[in-house]
Structure formats: C-alpha cells, structure tokens
C-alpha cells in the first residue's frame, strides 16, 4: 500500500531554515509528480509547491517563491522541501502529497502524508 | 488567499442530502480544468473523494457525488451519516497563478 510519511518539522526562529522529508513506499516513485501542501492553524489548505516525476520541473507558490525549494531523491524514494528565511506565517503543517500524473501540472492528490508540524517563532 | 470560494459551514441531520458549492473564476474552473474534492478531519491525512469532477476512488460510497457547470463546482452528500462529519475541500488549477488552488473549506456537521 502507498504510504508517505513526512519529517523534519519542529520549532525554529524566524529567518532560520529546515528541511522537511517525505519518504515514499509502495508505489513507483520515480513515475509520479509530488507536492507539499501546507495548512496553518486555523485555516484551511494551501498547495505550496509541485516536482514533476524527474525533477526537471519545479512550480511554487508565490507565498514562497524564492524562499523554498522542492527536490526529490529518486534512488532514495524521498521529497524534500527546504525552507529558508522562514516567517511567522510559514507555521503550519506540512503534508506531501502524490501525484497522479508524471508532471505534476493541473493534476490531483490521490494520497497524503500525516503532515509534520513547522512552527516558525522566537 | 484562495481563488475558490466555499460556505464556511453546512449541516444536516442523519440522513439528509446537503450540497458544498465552489465558486471559481475564468482562469481555474471556467477555464475548463477539472475539480477535486477531499475530506479532510483535523490530524489526519486528507482523503480524496471526488477526481475529475464527478468521478469516485474506489472505496468511496456512492453518496458522495460531485458535478461541475461553468465557474462552479459542487459536492453533495446524501443519506448523511455522523462520520461524515469532517472539513471539505475543493480543488483545481489555476491558469493566472500556475498551481494549484484549494476552496476556502467547508465545516460539515452532522446535527
């Protein structure tokens, strides 16, 4: 069975970096777009980034444009997502998600991870 | 912000029918792509529900539906049960912003 299971999160200060993880199973990893969408306490959710299936194609959103990059390990099975000049707004949980389709554009989440829980603060 | 517009709340009592609208614009929904639809309950892994509009997973019940017409978009459940209790949420793509949106969420709560 597909299972994604996201790390990494934790309590850092404003401007800091992390990196998140999400290791992938059961599935071909290698023959799927992932994303990382996110969700702040409160509110509801927000698509953050797409990878498409080879990592030639990176899309962001423009709440973090410039500031997280997303990448993949295909010998790994495993997404990441690094964050830098991380901001208050920024706290929320972090889910990756599958693809259904190889580049990750106008697609939909067929599986999610648990999430794991960035809190950006000092 | 989201592009897709959803009621904060709907409610019903056991057994009832209740629909959740999403309401786009000329560069997500009217533009022809498709919408999705998942079940979200907090501290958990969101679920697709619907794919494509109108189209169930399998393992999805059969009341669960969802259509699509111009800029909107809606999901009605029918014969409401209390486990469907849960947060809502559509999704689709967005032209303008080249990503993908989700609707503002929907509380539903069974009465």
């Known amino acids: 069975q597909v299972q994604l299971m996201e790390s990494g999160g934790g309590v850092v200060q404003p401007g800091r970096s992390l990196r998140l993880s999400c290791a992938a199973s059961g599935f071909t990893f290698s023959r799927n777009g992932m994303h990382w969408v996110r969700q702040a306490p409160g509110k509801g959710l927000e698509w953050v980034a797409v990878i498409s299936f080879d990592g030639n194609n990176k899309y962001y959103a423009d709440s973090v444009k410039g500031r997280f990059t997303i990448s993949r390990d295909n010998s790994k099975n495993t997404l990441y997502l690094q964050m830098n000049s991380l901001r208050a707004e920024d706290t929320a949980v972090y889910y990756c998600?599958?693809?259904?389709?190889?580049?990750?554009?106008?697609?939909?989440?067929?599986?999610w991870g648990q999430g794991t829980l960035v809190t950006v603060s000092s | 912000q989201s592009v897709l517009t959803q009621p904060p709340s709907v409610s019903g009592a056991p057994g009832q029918r209740v629909t959740i609208s999403c309401t786009g614009s000329?560069?997500?929904?009217?533009?022809?792509?498709?919408v999705h639809w998942y079940q979200h309950l907090p501290g958990t892994a969101p679920k697709l529900l619907i794919y494509g509009n109108s189209n169930r997973p399998s393992g999805v019940p059969d009341r669960f539906s969802g259509s699509k017409s111009g800029t909107s978009a809606s999901l009605a459940i029918t014969g409401l049960q209390a486990e469907d209790e849960a947060d809502y949420y559509c999704?689709?793509?967005?032209?303008?912003?080249?990503?993908?949106?989700f609707g503002t969420g929907t509380k539903v709560t069974v009465l």
């Open positions: 999704q689709s793509y967005d032209s303008s912003l080249s990503g993908e949106v």
């Open positions: 000329r560069s997500n929904i009217g533009a022809g792509y498709d």
């Open positions: 998600a599958k693809d259904t389709t190889i580049f990750g554009v106008a697609a939909y989440f067929d599986y």
